[in-house]
């Protein structure tokens, strides 16, 4: 992307380095052969970035990083816009009455966790190595191919082709919930109907994954109490976002802004 074709992005008088954008472009999907736009979505979300620590420094929010996981804790920059956040946006928490009409809406939306009994063949490479993921690929359809063809035939391919230490029991993976496996793979069994076969191998960061769903418990329907909890943190979750998306508005409203792409759609 050619930085050039761009004016320099100046926040309040503050310019915001070309390389910044360029980093952060990274981060946003563009069409192919177009990165221009990834680049003005990157535009518009440095400009909000250096708004809120504009204001963040402005208001002497401390800078405190906390820790996200283990080993991982926020950067300088990030504590701030926290900071800010909490400090500029209050939210009033729901009444019971509006919890209770989001529940009696549909109260099958509000479910206990499912169980799965699954059963899976690992084609195992790093994802990362763009040819053995393409070789082991190749060799999980072929492997998917036969196990469609020939349904009984599922545990003895496991045992055969199998790169995981499940390949002994015949793939077999036993009972699991939700947060048991990576999120590509849970993503598929939600999608899956007892019995079923993935038609096409799973991605995952272990692999390539042909998957049998064996049996499928559903979650019994939560009553309201139990669900409450659950209700209530979306609800506040969903005002947060809004009002947030309100604020920085306001920010970008009343700010000087120069050099800022328009966003195309």
């Known amino acids: 992307m050619n930085a050039a074709l ?10 915001v380095p070309h390389a910044a954008i360029a980093a952060e472009a990274q981060n946003h999907d563009a069409p192919a052969g177009k990165p221009g736009i990834a680049w003005r979505k990157a535009a518009h979300a440095m400009a909000v970035r250096t708004l809120l620590l504009q204001q963040a420094r402005h208001r002497g ?32 928490p729901p009444a019971d009455a509006e919890l209770r009409a989001e529940y009696d809406r549909d109260p099958t939306r509000f479910r206990s966790p499912p169980l799965w009994e699954v059963s899976h063949i690992l084609v195992a ?16 359809e072929g492997i998917a191919a036969q196990a469609h063809a020939t349904p009984g035939t599922f545990a003895q391919l496991a045992k055969d082709h199998s790169d995981c230490a499940s390949a002994a029991q015949g793939g ?59 209700i209530a943190e979306a609800m506040e979750k969903l005002r947060w976002s809004v009002a947030a998306r309100a604020y920085v508005a306001e920010l970008m409203e009343r700010a000087d802004i120069a050099g800022l792409p328009p966003v195309a759609t």
């Open 61 to 92: 929010i401390p800078a405190s990083p906390q820790a996200l996981s283990p080993g991982r804790h926020e950067t300088e920059e990030e504590a701030l816009i926290r900071g800010l956040l909490d400090e500029a946006i209050d939210i009033a």
């Open 125 to 140: 490479c790093d994802p990362r190595d763009a040819e053995a993921s393409s070789a082991a690929q190749v060799r999980a």
């Open 6 to 15: 761009f004016p320099d992005l100046v926040v309040n008088g503050e310019v």
């Open 172 to 230: 077999r993976l036993g009972q699991m919930r939700p947060g048991d496996a990576v999120p590509e793979f849970e993503h598929i069994l939600r999608s899956m109907r007892e019995g079923e076969v993935t038609p096409r191998p799973v991605s995952t960061r272990h692999g390539w994954h042909v998957i049998r769903l064996d049996a499928l418990a559903e979650g019994a329907v939560l009553p309201f109490s139990a669900a409450r909890a659950g």
